[in-house]
């Protein structure tokens, strides 16, 4: 039973309508379809245990699901960990993108796994970007063959997504310093997986300004140079609704030493090449989770029979597992495009769509597996809850997406005065395959982007989410129809984009009108009763 997307429609779509040029379609195929067999065959098998299971906390150390240590050590040595990263310090130097396409069967496979060489692999990004020699020298090799992991500690209890309040400190100490402070919701934080993890740590010089001006970025390891514990601890992991293979950790440190990345008080623009690389991956993340729930729901459709003959043939049925894999198919082009364009305008407004619509349309398609398989998609036997359970967090972390629409509202539209918006519509509006649908949809997004930028300041912030909708449902809607123009595009892909501008894409305009139209109980400040 397959349970990802096929690789040889993933090397299609992206060499013959995203345009990606840096290999041949050949060695991308076989790229994605080795991914494919290890997500399959080693990780898919411990994605059940992974749930059941879980990771577990015990006395400060924590223990991951069985096998999972034998995998990860398969998944470094086939050497998926560096394939992005640069040829000097042992990685492949291939592609982001394709990096980042290989990543989708792993995340359909065991999204609870994934996490941890998605995290390493934004360090090791981070620190391409932002490190000094000295620091590649020494931190990189170890990461990109696995011997490290990595984590991305922000978030304090304090604070929250406001990153402005981080309280932890810095304190100098010759070349190093002494970092203190709680930090929580650390995915793997915490594993014996590998002999080493490097904590990518926000935290505040003695000379600090206040707010996010003054914060400061630290690599902290778990153990020191000489092989001794640095003073850094989980104190305890998150229960939680769904990736419990995944440890969501409470970190301390006490005085734990740390070298800086980059400049003082400069931590965060430093953290957004980790951060928007954070976002990709959650955002393929999205699309794993809407093909995993979409292969899983049309195996048991094809072998449920009710109404005289298998549930496939109901046209009701037909309708949610064909708007799965639509969703799955429009997500996919939008998170590898906006991978694509990640250095330009484009990349920076698409970004943050592509984190929050991805996210949502993995939600709503797991949701749609459920149904699918009705009864049965409520108990936990036939794994349909599973893919829900985890799904659920992807529009959380990496940024709620309620702050990536935030994000698109003030940077990719107010900032610079609807530019790169207008610059995008422009461009789908003149495609020549453009249908009366899509132009239509186009034209409505440009009239909620006029809209939004003539508007009160709270009304603009409580239409933002439908704003980022409707980017994301015409950006998504303009490469499907890519595809659906294509006679040589795979018969289910083509059917799937048709499905898209059908029954998907008309949503522009119900989020357009709602967005013009804000009740006044969402912009007041009465309490809610």
Known sequence: MAITAPPEETAWLLHHVLGFTEMDEADTAAILEEATRTAEGVLGPLDRVGDQVGSKWVDGAVVAPPGFAEAFR?????????????????????????????????????????????????????????????QKARLLAPMVSGAWTGTMCLTEPQSGSDLSGVRSRAVPEGDLFRITGTKIFITWGEHGMTENILHMVLAR?????????????????????????????????EHKLGIHASPTCVMEFEGALGEMVGKP????????????????????????????????????????????????????????????????LGGRLLALHAAMESKTSRGELLIPVAKAWCTDAGVEAASLGVQVHGGMGFVEETGAAQHLRDARISPIYEGTNGIQAL???????????????????????????????????????????????????????????????????VAAGWLCAKVAARADAPASARAAAEVFLDQILPRVHANVTMLQAPTAALIDDRLIA
């Open 74 to 134: 398969t998944y470094a040595e086939a050497g998926w960990i560096g394939i992005a990263a640069d040829e000097a310090h042992g990685g492949q130097g291939l592609s982001h993108v394709i990096a980042l396409a290989a990543f989708e069967p792993v995340s359909s496979a065991n999204m609870g796994f994934g996490l941890c060489p998605m995290l390493t692999q934004d360090a090791i990004a981070l620190l391409e970007t932002h490190g000094a020699a000295d």
């Open 407 to 473: 994000t698109l509202l003030r940077r990719g539209l107010l900032r610079d005065q609807g530019a790169a918006v207008a610059e995008l519509l422009a461009e789908i509006e003149g495609a020549d395959f453009a249908s009366p649908g899509l132009l239509h949809a186009a034209q409505a997004a440009g009239v909620a982007a006029a809209w939004l930028r003539q508007a009160e300041p709270r009304a603009a912030e409580a239409g933002a989410s439908a704003f980022l909708t409707v980017i994301g449902t």
């Open 205 to 237: 010089l003695p000379d600090a300004p206040a707010g996010s001006a003054g914060i400061s970025l630290f690599a902290v390891p778990k153990r020191l140079a000489d092989g001794s514990a640095n003073q850094v601890s989980c104190v305890s992991i």
């Open 265 to 328: 008080h400069r931590g965060l623009p430093s953290m957004f090449a980790m951060m928007n690389a954070a976002r990709l991956g959650v955002a393929i993340q999205g699309v794993a989770s809407a093909e995993r729930a979409f292969r899983r729901a049309a195996d048991f459709a094809v072998v449920r029979s009710q109404g005289g003959g298998p549930i496939v043939a109901h046209p009701d049925v037909r309708r949610m597992l064909w708007t799965m894999r639509a969703l799955a």
